[in-house]
């Protein structure tokens, strides 16, 4: 698959999610209280909370829900009744459902995802609470970051055109409900039948579209390096228990210890090779 393809992907879903994380490749599978690291112009797996004895409790989730983008109206799609012959198809049967899509535009995408549930920490100030003891002891690299929030989907379809003029043939199966097909009959259930110009075109079911991380904050590991020292792998900050004023500092204000961290950020640390 093109970079192009992967970047057109990952803005199309910010657009939708801004702030959030587009998890790749689409069929990887993200869980809250996953630890991960930067890894290129994104992150990978480095355990669990649960891994280095931090409780990882869920909040309440939210109701499902649906989304479709297709770039600013540059993506045109057609649908056909099971046992009617329909103009413009030429892979799906005249028995069979289907849809065809068109793209006008180079890069465009068609996004459609189904049964869309968001889950997260239930307390971030508990997270900021352990997070500030381990690193206090040296357990705890800040580079870290941990999966705070995730949005998982029951199907998904993507298709991303590699150049202007794509197109594609899906055939649509299993049973389609009543009244007229729409774009989310499209998710998890189209098979691929005829493509063109395309430079990504897939489906599945159980996935994580996106997630958002957060990590110790930048500014208050400043302050804390400016009056305690550098922390030291297996050393910590200093001997001694955690000065109250910091935990009740992770307690009462977890913002100021921890900070959600958007991908587009990231990728500018990155490319300038700025650590923490």
């Not at 103009?87 to 068109?102: H, K, N, P, T």
């Not at 005829?194 to 994580?208: D, F, M, P, V």
């Amino acid at each position: 698959m093109a970079k192009g393809s992967y970047e057109a992907y990952r803005k199309a879903l910010s657009d939708v999610y801004r702030g959030w994380w587009s998890a790749w490749p689409l069929t990887e599978r993200v869980e809250v209280g996953e630890v991960r690291k930067l890894h290129r112009t994104g992150s990978v797996p480095a355990g669990s909370l649960a891994d280095r004895g931090i409780e990882a409790k869920p909040g309440p989730g939210g109701a499902p829900g649906d989304i479709t983008y297709d770039a600013g109206g540059t993506v045109a799609v057609r649908f056909k009744a099971a046992g009617v012959a329909a103009q413009g198809f030429s892979s799906v049967a005249a028995a069979e459902a289907g849809a065809l899509v068109e793209f006008r535009d180079e890069r465009s995408a068609l996004i459609i995802y189904t049964g869309l549930e968001q889950a997260g920490l239930a307390d971030l100030a508990e997270l900021a609470d352990s997070l500030v003891r381990r690193l206090w002891r040296g357990d705890w690299d800040p580079d870290l970051l941990v999966v705070s929030d995730v949005i998982a989907a029951r199907a998904g379809t993507v298709l991303i055109a590699d150049r202007a003029g794509a197109s594609a043939e899906l055939r649509l199966e299993g049973a389609v409900g009543p009244g007229p097909l729409q774009l989310v009959d499209l998710a998890g259930r189209g098979a691929f039948s005829a493509s063109s110009r395309l430079g990504l075109n897939w489906t599945g079911t159980n996935l994580t579209p996106c997630y958002r991380v957060v990590r110790v904050r930048r500014t208050w590991l400043n302050r804390v390096r400016e009056e305690y020292g550098t922390p030291q792998p297996g050393r910590g900050l200093a001997t001694g228990p955690v000065p109250p004023l910091l935990l009740d500092e992770a307690r009462d204000e977890a913002g100021a210890v921890i900070e959600h961290v958007e991908q587009a950020g990231d990728l500018e640390h990155l490319e300038s090779g700025e650590r923490l």
